[in-house]
């Protein structure tokens, strides 16, 4: 009985999962500069520089990745 329990505990857990996925990846996408970044140091520094920037169409995330 109770390795039935575990199993549709793994089972629902796993399909959860699979909804939870799914739903993330239809809702849109962030099409910031950094694209869907969790962010990170290279995009706070980024961001910042984008905001101040004369031209910000300028300013690429592959800039700092070079770094």
């Known amino acids: 009985m109770l390795q039935e ?3 549709i505990a793994i089972v629902f857990g796993a399909v959860a999962y699979t909804i939870f996925s ?3 990846s239809l809702r849109k996408k962030n099409t910031g500069p950094c694209g869907d970044c969790t962010g990170c140091e290279v995009k706070k520094e980024f ?3 984008y905001k101040t920037a004369k031209n910000p169409a300028d300013i690429t995330c ?3 990745r070079k770094k």
């Open 5 to 7: 329990i575990i199993v």
């Open 22 to 24: 799914v739903i993330r």
């Open 47 to 49: 961001l910042l520089k």
């Open 62 to 64: 592959l800039d700092y």
